[in-house]
């Protein structure tokens, strides 16, 4: 079959993996248990030899299987894992992959949660360098013999810096590097870590994906681009079977088998119903995202703003060269920090709020709030000033977005 286009492919994506009674959307299956007619299928689905079975909702359910086989084909990979939430996916990552004495590379500029992660790392043993992977030779420079693991984010929240991604990706294939990378903030509708090499792809289904706000989840993908048998970290079980499957294999039994942050056939639902509209959202929301940043740009009571599609951003070639639009997430900061709070107080549409990636624009000043608890070194090191304010820019219409600060900035 020709190529499909990620709206072709998802709408569809139910119906042509087969779904009970001709339906053509998944459904939920609540089930916790599942039963046998004879007992050698249940010791089969154990031991793996009886396939597309399920055991315990925590290690799957149909719909969770649906909404991974379709991440799976929106990543163009080749299987995906769901959790709870991107932290789920993300600490699966880390907590099964790696162990003590091992070595992480990091782009300094990350999600606050992986931040405070990479510290629970730490106690566990597991060394973590945090650098400006905005130039290829920090990297390069930060990894040591015992280095395992190159992490990565796309746009990086709330500073939108982007990483030399492909010179990044290139370095990890020379030294045989497993590359992962978060794609929250971009999502496959606008790059595809597969495309610079990565082994991993992260996303946050509670953001853009889902896309309403309304379901927490998360997904690893393995992109098919890293070869397991060279990594030194997969367990006897798990070497077993085709080599390609050997990372998912070891997540899936050492993350939700044993650690249990599994998504529920609910959520996988609500996120698999929201990802029909990725494309068409992402196309919206990074317009109105692109129309709002040059609006402020040009505002005498902005002093900066920060927007990969902006030709001011100071990666706006690399972003250009990797994505297909600028994303959702900008942010901005007022000259007069005094007047930042009022600003934000008069905001008649968009909304004062945690989280991002929603169908809402949503604002929220990072130093008091997500970034308080990191205290102002790290805030320093991440480029968070004092009047820093985040915008999760949502599906309003553009005018309505451009009136609304218009008179809040007055
Ligand atoms: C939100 C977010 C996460 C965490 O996802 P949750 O679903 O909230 O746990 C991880 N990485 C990035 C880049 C995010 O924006």
Not at 8 to 28: Q, S, Y
Not at 150 to 174: H, K, M, S, W, Y
Not at 222 to 248: C, H, M, V
Request: charged content about 20%.
């Amino acid at each position: 079959m020709e190529k499909q286009g990620i709206t072709t492919l998802i709408v569809h994506a139910d119906r042509h993996f087969g779904v009970e009674h001709n339906a053509i959307r998944k459904p939920i299956h609540s089930s916790v248990q599942y039963g046998f007619d004879k007992v050698e299928d249940l010791i089969g689905v154990f031991q793996g030899t009886v396939k597309n079975a399920f055991n315990y909702a925590r290690t799957g359910t149909p719909t969770t299987a649906a909404l991974e086989s379709k991440l799976t084909q929106l990543e163009q990979g080749i299987g995906s894992i769901c959790f709870a939430s991107g932290m789920g996916a993300i600490a699966a990552v880390f907590l099964t992959l790696l162990r003590a004495g091992d070595h992480l590379v990091s782009s300094r500029y990350v999600f606050a949660g992986t931040n405070s992660l990479f510290g629970t790392m730490s106690d566990l043993g597991i060394d973590v360098s945090m650098v400006d992977a905005c130039s290829v030779a920090n990297v390069e420079a930060a990894l040591r013999p015992s280095t395992r693991m190159v992490f990565l984010e796309t746009i990086a929240n709330p500073g939108t810096e982007v990483p030399d991604l492909a010179a990044i990706g290139a370095l990890c294939r020379q030294r045989g590097l497993l590359l992962v990378v978060d794609n929250t903030i971009t999502s496959p509708a606008l790059f595809l870590p597969r495309s610079i090499g990565a082994g991993l792809s992260i996303n946050s289904l509670s953001k853009t994906i889902g896309g309403h706000g309304a379901a927490l989840g998360g997904v690893v993908t393995d992109t098919g681009e890293f070869s397991w048998e060279t990594y030194p970290n997969i367990s006897a079980d798990y070497r077993r079977g085709d080599t390609k499957q050997w990372g998912l294999q070891q997540m899936r039994k050492k993350a939700l088998r044993d650690m249990g942050a599994s998504m529920s056939s609910e959520a996988a639902h609500q996120i698999g119903i929201g990802a029909e509209t990725l494309a068409l959202r992402v196309h919206q929301t990074s317009s109105n995202a692109l129309a709002l940043a040059r609006y402020l740009q040009a505002h005498p009571a902005i002093k900066s703003v920060n927007y990969p599609w902006l030709e001011s951003h100071p990666q706006h070639e690399v972003a250009k060269r990797h994505f297909s639009a600028g994303s959702w997430l900008l942010s901005f900061e007022l000259r007069d920090l005094s007047s930042m709070l009022p600003a934000l107080n008069r905001l008649r549409v968009a909304t004062r709020a945690t989280g991002m990636g929603d169908t809402r624009t949503l604002v929220i000043p990072v130093a008091p709030s997500i970034y308080w608890e990191a205290g102002p070194e790290v805030r320093a090191k991440m480029n968070i000033g004092d009047g820093l304010v985040r915008m999760s820019v949502g599906l309003e219409e553009e005018q309505d977005l451009i009136d609304d600060f218009e008179q809040a900035l007055r």
